[in-house]
């Protein structure tokens, strides 16, 4: 009986001693900075790979295709050599077969993702049961990577242990290759061209390098080792250290299958002083007095800092704190006052964190940067802004993002209010992931004093990602130089949808109005009632609610009846337009109580003067028509100028 025991616990050790050990495969996916597909493509991969963490490891290459980011601080530009090594074809190159011809495209383990299932190699493609069956391969090899931080943060020492747990020979030379990745980088602007600007697991650099990597020997036997150490310096592009992770993998450059692949993921750094965000109110004068929020994103508490801030690149005084930060904690410090100069409108307050009680390891996020708004001037020339401008934010208009998030205002190229145009401003409520947060739009400071309540136009379009979002987007006016704001109008929800397709729909991609209809816009038209003063402030405000983006364009905010201007009384002249809306002829008629010569000018939304009449009015009553069929929808100005002092009407056009 002993006996019998004996030898099956014999064969029980024989077949533990041979037994293959299970997979973590390798997705490479090919993408690009100038790749449309691929920004649509990436969020949702990033979540089927997320959903699979344990069971495949990701590295992204961003290839030139269609071509190459002209930035050369771009994901490609800063690794050019080693990625166009992996993914072109010829005799300097890695030469993958089939060969990668298209952006985005994918190889697991080395090999076609239809292999595996999949349909074909197109990210979209990847799901659970391809990843489950490329992961359900055993390897004859088991890998352990450990990471550790040298003493400045200037570098990660890696020790990679290799074991065979199963014979095993290549066809051709067996390579150990390693890459470092940073597995979340948010840009404020897109490094390429298509939009995308949130980048998860990009290779950044590789180590030795990724054409020689570490040679292996070609045949294995079980129980058969092989250790070495890497020591990773960090390349001063990397955006963020607490980002960096590495993907090693044993791949046969025979067939090019990878046996192995293992993952050595991010890590916090012993200290870390993160510079986070800051507020800066409104200012009338020429001192501001700043409030800045530091994270702790070390391991280490944080017990002193010094903080030195700027305006518009011209340093102020510094501000030296003491305290008890612990790790993951953040705070709000008050900065001593600072001197400021220019004219009204946006300007740019930043600062800088040093001289932390420790060294910092990652220096890269000690500065950020908001606007803020000068109000010490009140332009009196109405606002009128198409965004057709070069600048954004245009002249006199500030962009404020708090929390400097990634998704925010900016502008939109290739489609504009109606489609009269090909720009506006969007908001991306689409990636603005932080439910709650508000970002402002500010107009220039303007004088709206006169005889009548202002008056606002802007076009809008909007669409919900689904029937329950509830994006919101206000607008405010101050007149005491922002200490107290009155709300104007408020919308938010479908209430604030535009795009009648979208209704009760679920748009799960970024939203961009139809540019083949006007149908997604609408003219929104307000009264800022008690605002005919002269130090007037207007800002648009979102509410994000991560939902779907929103387009404004031609802004338009005038004082019909402006101090200055002699408005005729209506004992002198009576004015009125019909028919009003007008998709053609419309006529101006005037009852006059004097003859004069008059000015007839009609100025659309972007302040441009479309149309001039001279006419000569009798006494009594006149009329003078317009042909408006030519000219696009939209609200225009309509003028008369006399002698005796003018008046102004506004007229709505629409097709």
């Not at 014999?10 to 293959?20: D, E, K, V």
């Not at 449309?36 to 997320?50: F, I, Q, S, Y």
């Not at 390693?178 to 298509?194: A, K, Y």
Request: glycine residues 6%.
């Amino acid at each position: 009986m002993k006996k019998n025991l004996l030898a099956l616990s014999l064969i029980t050790l024989g077949l533990c001693a041979s037994a293959q050990t299970p997979r973590l495969s390798l997705y490479e996916e090919f993408t690009g900075e100038t790749c449309p597909p691929c920004a649509a493509t990436n969020p949702g991969l990033n979540v089927k790979l997320a959903a699979s963490f344990s069971k495949i490891a990701a590295i992204k290459w961003q290839v030139p295709i269609p071509s190459a980011p002209s930035n050369t601080w771009s994901l490609y530009q800063t690794d050019k050599t080693e990625i166009d090594w992996r993914w072109r074809t010829g005799a300097a190159y890695y030469s993958y077969n089939p060969a990668i011809n298209s952006a985005p495209s994918s190889k697991i383990d080395g090999q076609e993702a239809t292999i595996f299932g999949a349909a074909s190699g197109h990210p979209a493609n990847l799901n659970s049961t391809v990843i489950n069956t490329a992961q359900s391969y055993t390897s004859a090899f088991s890998i352990t990577m450990a990471r550790a931080w040298d003493a400045t943060g200037s570098a990660v020492n890696l020790t990679i242990s290799i074991q065979a747990t199963a014979p095993f020979t290549a066809v051709g030379p067996l390579i150990f290759r390693t890459v470092m990745v940073e597995r979340l980088i948010q840009f404020s602007v897109q490094p390429g061209t298509n939009g995308e600007r949130t980048f998860e697991d990009a290779a950044r650099k590789c180590f030795p390098t990724l054409q020689g990597g570490v040679a292996m020997a070609s045949t294995w036997t079980i129980g058969q080792t092989q250790t070495f150490t890497l020591n990773c310096s960090i390349p001063s592009y990397v955006r963020d250290k607490a980002q960096i992770a590495f993907v090693g993998f044993i791949q046969d450059d025979g067939n090019q299958k990878v046996a192995q692949a293992v993952r050595a993921d991010k890590q916090a750094v012993p200290d870390d002083a993160v510079a986070v965000s800051a507020v800066v109110p409104i200012t009338c004068n020429t001192s501001i007095a700043p409030m800045v929020t530091v994270l702790n994103n070390g391991l280490n508490v944080i017990t002193a800092m010094t903080i030195t801030p700027s305006s518009d690149a011209v340093a102020g005084p510094v501000t030296t704190w003491a305290g008890n930060l612990a790790p993951s904690a953040s705070t709000t410090i008050p900065l001593n006052p600072m001197t400021v100069s220019g004219s009204a409108g946006s300007h740019v307050f930043s600062y800088n964190i040093s001289a932390i009680n420790a060294v910092d390891f990652n220096t890269s996020n000690n500065t950020t940067k908001v606007n803020y708004v000068l109000a010490n001037n009140y332009q009196s020339t109405p606002v009128a802004e198409g965004f057709t401008g070069a600048a954004y934010p245009p002249s006199g208009f500030t962009v404020i993002n708090p929390d400097a998030g990634t998704a925010s205002w900016s502008k939109m190229n290739g489609c504009g209010g109606y489609n009269l145009s090909g720009e506006s401003t969007k908001y991306d409520f689409f990636n603005n992931t932080v439910i709650g947060d508000k970002d402002e739009l500010v107009l220039p400071p303007v004088d709206l004093s006169g005889a009548a309540d202002p008056d606002m136009f802007f076009d809008v379009a909007y669409a919900q990602r689904d029937a329950t979002s509830s994006d919101a987007l206000e607008v405010f006016a101050s007149s005491d130089c922002g200490a107290t704001w009155t709300s104007v109008y408020s919308k938010q929800g479908a209430a604030l949808q535009t795009c009648a397709s979208c209704i009760n729909a679920v748009i799960a991609t970024s939203y961009v109005p139809d540019t083949s209809t006007p149908g997604d816009w609408r003219t929104e038209q307000i009264t800022l009632p008690g605002f005919n003063k002269s130090n007037v402030l207007v800002k648009f405000v979102t509410t994000s609610d991560n939902g779907n983006n929103l387009y404004l364009d031609n802004i338009n905010l005038s004082q019909s009846n402006p101090t200055g201007i002699k408005k005729i009384a209506d004992s002198q002249m009576n004015v009125s337009i019909y028919p009003n809306p007008t998709n053609g002829i419309t006529n101006i008629n005037i009852t006059a109580k004097k003859a004069s010569d008059a000015t007839v000018s009609v100025m659309n939304m972007l302040g441009q003067v479309v149309t001039v009449k001279q006419v000569s009015l009798t006494l009594g009553a006149n009329s003078v028509q317009l042909d408006m069929k030519e000219y696009a929808t939209g609200v225009y100005n309509v003028t008369i100028n006399t002698a005796n002092g003018s008046v102004v009407k506004k007229l709505n056009v629409t097709k």
